[in-house]
């Protein structure tokens, strides 16, 4: 077996700097420390998972600087090397933004001549939040996507080759039809599945802000920047970045996209220094982005630039009998999810739920039957289970004819405006009832919801709910 | 009688609020500038979560918590329910008070 030279080694990487450099383009998050768990060096990953800088995290003990659970769960680092050999571990971790970022830890012994532990290296790689829902067992899915119709059984097809493209990809349809999950599958499919998967809303961020989230900032860029900040593009390096809502990205924000996807290198806002992001850019949006073009809101190079490949996820009033596959998906889902022994519909619900036009799609079912496990208290949810909007709905219009996904050129589907508002209230009702059957104590309300206090808690603070 | 709440980690700042079993209540009371009384108890959470640290901050009127990396939803309750919360801090608990007590404390500072 070959054996490494000390003497080449010193050569490729004669001081500390040009070790940081061949680490800051790792896309795992890497830290050199001493056998007493001293952070000695890290990358730039590193300190972009834990969103502090590198002069405050050097010198530091790697369970201050990381916040890890794991520095509680048996780390060798601190319990003692018991057994010299790597460890790995998921775990979850803290930033400095508090976030909870979910994570697969590696720690491997640096041992001395004597087979002394000198230190170790850890190395940290995000992992998805979530795991497979329950219930998906037996029915068609990919993922958390569940569909037995032609037109979603072509997309289930389709996602492995895309998968393994680092080609954009376009993502349209209407709210609530799994866009999202859409993206994650592609990415959770693709080489790229150990790196991280980072989703950015570019609607839900006032336009002066959201340069910075995506392509970060330098130390005094502006005032207030007392700190780096890497943005999301150098958070996705090695991974998946996935723009969500892109039709709400300003002009000028378009312009840096599109010099990102021709060169792949970003410059942080007053930087001069630009940084090389090997990031996958997948984008999804429910506006028509062809007729944004014509009214000179949305540039027409950058929709070119991201239509390389399109996938149109189907309403689900189009998906024939795949609103059946997802009630009962649903149904068993949250079963198990509440504890709950509920078998089914009754004959009357189930035509209730069959003629109703869902224009919230999927997202809109899911919560209709967790609000209906919720508040039945049988075997069967009966029409009473149901929101009382149902009622009052309109029936569903007959299937009209999906476009055929193409190029730009391609006239988009019909988009329908989200009945968002229409299932804030329903909510809202949800929290006043328990609230009221409980006679106003919180915990037990958010028993009978299934939630969290804190979830009741953040819901009441949303409704305005005292 | 104001009253500060510091998770802990033998005599250091816990680096996480929902994973400190041991949390820290200090009373204080200043007379002048310099001299006023100061009570500490330590209390020991049967199961350590961000939940349980929260109800002892409430339950105990507590104006001030101090921690290291705690969780948004956690942080929103605490300032939520008027409570003061200096997080990002950590370094050893006693560098720590005596920073809090001269006004010196604030948001991301490291006393290692």
Redesign the interface.
């Given at each position: 077996m070959p054996t490494l030279d000390p003497a080449i080694l010193k050569w490729l990487l004669p001081d500390t700097d040009s070790l940081t450099d061949l680490l800051d383009e790792l896309p795992l998050g890497v830290a050199v420390m001493g056998w007493d768990g001293t952070l000695l060096a890290v990358n730039k990953t590193y300190e972009t998972l834990t969103g502090a800088d590198r002069q405050?995290l050097v010198?530091?003990?790697c369970?201050?600087g990381l916040?890890c659970?794991y520095?509680?769960k048996g780390c060798p680092v601190l319990a003692g090397w018991k057994k010299v050999d790597a460890r790995s571990a998921e775990a979850n971790?803290?930033?400095?933004?508090?976030?909870?970022v979910y994570v697969r830890l590696t720690i491997s012994p640096i041992l001395g001549d004597k087979g002394e532990v000198r230190g170790a290296v850890e190395t940290v790689s995000t992992r998805a939040t979530h795991t497979l829902e329950e219930g998906t067992a037996g029915l068609t899915g990919l993922g958390n996507l569940v569909g037995n119709s032609p037109e979603i059984q072509r997309i289930f097809t389709m996602v492995p080759a895309i998968a393994q493209t680092d080609s954009s990809v376009l993502i349209t349809g209407e709210t609530g039809t799994g866009k999202d999950m859409l993206a994650e599958e592609i990415h959770n499919a693709s080489d790229r599945n150990d790196g991280p998967f980072i989703k950015v809303n570019c609607g839900a961020l006032p336009d002066t802000l959201l340069e910075s989230e995506l392509f970060g900032h330098a130390k005094g860029a502006f005032t207030g920047a007392d700190r780096a900040k890497p943005g999301r593009f150098r958070m996705a390096h090695g991974g998946t970045l996935f723009l969500t809502e892109i039709g709400d990205l300003p002009l000028a924000l378009q312009v840096k996209l599109l010099s990102f996807l021709d060169d792949k290198v970003i410059y942080p806002l007053g930087s001069t220094k630009g940084f090389h992001a090997d990031v996958r850019v997948i984008v999804a949006t429910h506006r028509d982005l062809e007729e944004m073009v014509r009214q000179r809101r949305f540039r027409q190079d950058l929709l070119y630039r991201l239509n390389v490949i399109r996938l149109h996820l189907p309403p689900l009033r189009n998906r024939g009998d795949d609103i059946h596959l997802l009630q009962d998906h649903f149904l068993k889902m949250f079963q198990a999810r509440f504890g709950k022994k509920v078998e089914g519909f009754s004959a009357n619900a189930q035509a209730l739920l069959e003629g109703y036009p869902y224009p919230g799609n999927v997202r809109e079912l899911r919560n209709l039957i967790e609000y209906a496990v919720n508040f039945c208290d049988g075997k069967q949810i009966h029409t009473h289970h149901l929101p009382g909007y149902l009622l009052r709905a309109p029936a569903a219009p007959s299937p009209e004819p999906e476009p055929e996904p193409a190029g730009p050129s391609a006239a988009q589907p019909d988009v329908r405006p989200a009945r968002t508002e229409s299932w804030e209230e329903v909510q809202r009702r949800m929290v006043l009832d328990a609230l009221v059957k409980t006679g106003g104590r919180k915990r037990q309300a958010a028993e009978l919801l299934g939630w969290?206090?804190?979830t009741l808690?953040?819901k009441m603070?949303h409704y305005g709910i005292d | 009688m104001e009253k500060i709440l510091i998770p802990l980690?033998d005599s250091?700042v816990a680096?996480?609020?929902?994973?400190a079993t041991d949390v820290l209540v200090v009373s204080f009371s200043r007379e002048t500038l310099t001299m006023g009384t100061i009570k500490e108890k330590v209390v020991v959470l049967n199961n350590a979560s961000s939940?349980a640290a929260c109800r002892l901050a409430l339950s105990e009127n507590v104006r001030t918590v101090i921690c290291?990396?705690?969780?948004?939803?956690?942080?929103d309750?605490l300032t939520?329910k008027g409570i003061k919360v200096l997080?990002?801090v950590?370094g050893p608990v006693d560098l720590v008070l005596e920073s809090y007590l001269t006004d010196a404390l604030e948001k991301?500072m490291?006393f290692?």
């Open positions: 405050s010198g530091l003990k369970l201050h916040r659970d520095c509680f971790i803290i930033s400095r933004n508090r976030n909870k969290g206090r804190s808690w953040r603070k | 980690l250091d680096p996480r609020f929902d994973l939940e290291a990396g705690i969780e948004a939803e956690y942080h309750f939520w997080d990002d950590c991301g490291c290692y």
